[in-house]
């Protein structure tokens, strides 16, 4: 493709945001790769910037346009599309480039958010096929990502499973309350060998501090709706409730010990 104007204006802005530091002039100069919205922990994006590189695709082989700070990364197709009037990699492409090159936990992140706004998993597979960017971690990404996880916590903590080796979880299965009749989707559910049900679910701080996500209810209020939740699952007929937060993503060896503790059974290899 050629680069049009407000890429050559976006490379000539590169190494002084590089240079700088500044967070305004990273977030124009680096985050229009998230144009798209997509979910991405602040620590991969805090990592991909420790480098200060930028990659610009481009359709020409070669490396005679890269600079200190800018590398050019071939594409076959040359496919774009525009967010706010600047050229952004196709959301099928900037997952495939993800899975290939980023660790598996936030290249799962971004898997899921584009399976889950509609990318369909073999439109990207045929790109990273197409484009050279087929590896072990791509695939692996590939085999367990799915669209229902509804945030990048929720594709986070099941890379963190999937890490620790456990089968893949059933996502957001719906339970009827019978005494109450209420309808609650769980995050991840597991059924054990002896057919107990053992659920896990994801709390964010955030609804217990986002006056949105409270609708109008006291923290005390919260935490009492939790609990009701919790004892209408367990006589919807879940037997075993796992509450986990995001800092225990990063403690992979105190999560597979205490899923393991419950039963959660482990992959097949």
Not at 47 to 67: E, F, H, K, M, Q
Not at 190 to 195: I, K, L, P
Not at 263 to 268: A, E, F, H, Y
């Amino acid at each position: 493709m050629q680069e049009g104007e407000e890429n050559r204006r976006y490379r000539r802005g590169c190494p002084y945001a590089l240079k700088t530091n500044s967070p305004t002039d990273l977030g124009t100069a680096h985050c229009r790769n998230h144009a798209h919205g997509m979910w991405v922990d602040y620590r991969t994006v805090r990592a991909a910037l420790r480098p200060r590189t930028v990659l610009i695709v481009c359709n020409t082989r070669g490396n005679y346009a890269d600079s200190r700070h800018i590398h050019g990364l071939w594409s076959a197709s040359g496919k774009y599309c525009v967010v706010g009037g600047v050229r952004v990699t196709t959301p099928a492409r900037t997952a495939a480039v993800c899975a290939n090159s980023i660790p598996f936990m936030p290249a799962m992140e971004v898997m899921c958010w584009a399976l889950r706004n509609g990318t369909s998993s073999t439109e990207i597979i045929a790109c990273a096929t197409r484009e050279g960017l087929m590896n072990a971690n791509a695939q692996n990404v590939f085999r367990f990502a799915t669209p229902f996880a509804e945030n990048g916590g929720e594709a986070r903590a099941l890379a963190a499973m999937i890490l620790c080796g456990f089968a893949p979880p059933a996502q957001q299965v719906e339970f009827v309350d019978p005494q109450t009749g209420k309808r609650h989707r769980v995050d991840f559910l597991w059924r054990t060998s002896d057919g107990q049900i053992v659920v896990v679910e994801l709390d964010g701080l955030v609804k217990y501090r986002d006056s949105q996500m409270m609708d109008g209810r006291t923290l005390g209020g919260v935490i009492d709706d939790e609990r009701e939740r919790s004892e209408g699952l367990k006589r919807a007929g879940v037997d075993v409730i796992v509450r986990i937060r995001v800092d225990d993503l990063h403690d992979l060896e105190g999560l597979k010990q205490r899923l393991a503790g419950t039963g959660v059974p482990l992959r097949r290899r």
